[in-house]
T-cell receptor
Framework: EPEVTQTPSHQVTQMGQEVILRCVPISNHLYFYWYRQILGQKVEFLVSFYNNEISEKSEIFDDQFSVERPDGSNFTLKIRSTKLEDSAMYFC????????????FGPGTRLTVL | DAKTTQPPSMDCAEGRAANLPCNHSTISGNEYVYWYRQIHSQGPQYIIHGLKNNETNEMASLIITEDRKSSTLILPHATLRDTAVYYCIVRVGSGGGADGLTFGKGTHLIIQP
């Protein structure tokens, strides 16, 4: 069964450093998403991406964040200058064509900012 | 998207049906009800969705009241692996992809052996 994959599974970085989290969505999906979950808290939507541009973003997704689909398979989330409060699990998701189709989530990348 | 209300936790005996309620009294006519679950910090997993008719798939059944103000997710024969946080989410479909999911706190379902 096709699945969303994410790398790395765990990333440790120093405050102020740039990180790139990588995702490979399901191959025929057209809609891509990033969510995050701070330990013990709710899953929070960050951004959705379709047709090579951002469709929607939350208040969390400020200028420190960017997304890119650099090729036909990868979808990345970049955090330009990490802060301690960026420590969280980051989930990528993708969805196929059709307005009401479900989103498929990856296993997540745990980001620890020291 | 409409707000949902779920009990914070529920217990169910293994092998019995687990019935998880969700209140969405402000749902509008073009909003669907989705259920996802999250097993111990894994990525959320889609379970089922519906508009107004009852729906069933290999994982669960979804019962939506006639006025659409509430719904119940039914896991017919719960196993220990069904222990998870279950999220009821109401949203409008969007052809342009502006459909980020809003997760609440969900219901922590604990299946007891």
């Amino acid at each position: 069964e096709p699945e969303v994959t994410q790398t790395p599974s765990h990333q440790v970085t120093q405050m102020g450093q740039e990180v790139i989290l990588r995702c490979v969505p399901i191959s025929n999906h057209l809609y891509f998403y990033w969510y995050r979950q701070i330990l013990g808290q709710k899953v929070e939507f960050l951004v959705s991406f379709y047709n090579n541009e951002i469709s929607e973003k939350s208040e969390i997704f400020d200028d420190q964040f960017s997304v890119e689909r650099p090729d036909g398979s990868n979808f990345t989330l970049k955090i330009r200058s990490t802060k301690l409060e960026d420590s969280a699990m980051y989930f990528c998701a993708s969805r196929g064509l059709g307005s009401y189709n479900e989103q498929f989530f990856g296993p997540g990348t745990r980001l620890t900012v020291l | 998207d409409a707000k949902t209300t779920q009990p914070p936790s529920m217990d169910c005996a293994e092998g019995r049906a687990a019935n998880l309620p969700c209140n969405h009294s402000t749902i509008s006519g073009n909003e669907y009800v989705y259920w996802y679950r999250q097993i111990h910090s894994q990525g959320p997993q889609y379970i089922i969705h519906g508009l107004k008719n009852n729906e069933t798939n290999e994982m669960a059944s979804l019962i939506i009241t006639e006025d659409r103000k509430s719904s119940t997710l039914i896991l017919p024969h719960a196993t220990l692996r069904d222990t998870a946080v279950y999220y009821c989410i109401v949203r409008v479909g969007s052809g342009g992809g502006a459909d980020g999911l809003t997760f609440g706190k969900g219901t922590h379902l604990i299946i007891q052996p």
